[in-house]
């Protein structure tokens, strides 16, 4: 039943895979109107915050949180 599960939820994936790929190949020509949008800029200066949360903060705390005896306390299953 779970083997079943896991193939259907394959199926479905890469079905949902190649519809977002087919759709992302129309994309329109580049406008330079459109170009320059705030929130867009504004995106490109946080990744690097966010990237830098990510490797000092995050992972550090994924990874001491798979580990005895918080794994027991957050309810973490392998």
């Known amino acids: 039943r779970r083997a079943a599960s896991r193939v259907a939820l394959g199926l479905v994936a890469a079905s949902w895979i190649v519809g977002v790929a087919s759709v992302a190949g129309a994309e329109t020509p580049y406008d330079p109107q459109r ?44």
Request: charged share 15%; no cysteine.
């Open 35 to 78: 170009a320059g949008n705030p929130v867009r800029i504004a995106a490109y200066a946080a990744n690097p915050i966010g990237v830098i949360l990510d490797y000092l903060i995050f992972r550090p705390a994924w990874w001491i949180g798979h580990q005895e005896p918080f794994k027991t306390l957050f309810g973490v299953k392998d």
